[in-house]
Antibody, heavy 118, light 110 residues
Framework: EVQLVESGGGLVQPGGSLRLSCAASGFTVSSNYMSWVRQAPGKGLEWVSVIYSGGSTYYADSVKGRFTISRHNSKNTLYLQMNSLRAEDTAVYYC????????????WGQGTLVTVSS | QSALTQPPSVSGSPGQSVTISCTGTSSDVGSYNRVSWYQQPPGTAPKLMIYEVSNRPSGVPDRFSGSKSGNTASLTISGLQAEDEADYYCSLYTSSSTLVFGGGTKLTVL
């Protein structure tokens, strides 16, 4: 059974850093296209970043230069390193996967809440 | 990054049909068949309901259907049920390898 479990969320001050993890089971992270999508409280979905099976990475303009997506193949885990956090980064962060390039993510985790506040 | 426009809300009674639109431009929706639709009940993760305009993943009821005309994609839910009440989002993979979501539509089953 495919499962994605996010962790690492919490309360952080503006300007701070946080690393989110997404542990996968039932499939291989390195063979899939893995994304992070976030949802601010009461708002819609916002795509954040994707890492391709070949290792290429892409980011939304709103996080470019501040966030870094990566994966640890032997741990079968996806990460999102978030630096220089702002209040507007407050959201539930979901990891999601798809086996096909340019295909919509079809498996999603339950999400982890990140709150940026002083 | 392009924006996809959805109506904020739609409603219908049980058994009726509702259609949710997703309007883009000739450079995105109009040019590619990469439109997808997600369902998100309150407090849950999104669930893929339609991909590549009109294809349903395994397990999605055939009450859900997708189509496209010009720069507008649509999700139609027929035989509306109470369990269909949720937020619905369209999405599109762009040519620059980014994923864009519509603003979301809240479906209320009366």
């Amino acid at each position: 059974e495919v499962q994605l479990v996010e962790s690492g969320g919490g309360l952080v001050q503006p300007g701070g850093s946080l690393r989110l993890s997404c542990a996968a089971s039932g499939f291989t992270v390195s063979s899939n296209y893995m994304s992070w999508v976030r949802q601010a409280p009461g708002k819609g979905l916002e795509w954040v970043s994707v890492i391709y099976s070949g290792g290429s990475t892409y980011y939304a303009d709103s996080v470019k230069g501040r966030f870094t997506i990566s994966r640890h193949n032997s741990k079968n885990t996806l990460y999102l390193q978030m630096n220089s956090l702002r209040a507007e980064d407050t959201a539930v962060y979901y990891c999601a996967s798809t086996p096909n390039k340019a295909a919509p993510p079809d498996y999603w985790g339950q999400g982890t809440l990140v709150t940026v506040s002083s | 990054q392009s924006a996809l426009t959805q109506p904020p809300s739609v409603s219908g009674s049980p058994g009726q049909s509702v259609t949710i639109s997703c309007t883009g431009t000739s450079s995105d929706v109009g040019s590619y068949n990469r439109v997808s639709w997600y369902q998100q009940p309150p407090g849950t993760a999104p669930k893929l309901m339609i991909y590549e305009v009109s294809n349903r993943p395994s397990g999605v009821p055939d009450r859900f259907s997708g189509s496209k005309s010009g720069n507008t994609a649509s999700l139609t839910i027929s035989g509306l049920q109470a369990e269909d009440e949720a937020d619905y989002y369209c999405s599109l993979y762009t040519s620059s390898s980014t994923l864009v979501f519509g603003g979301g539509t809240k479906l209320t089953v009366l």
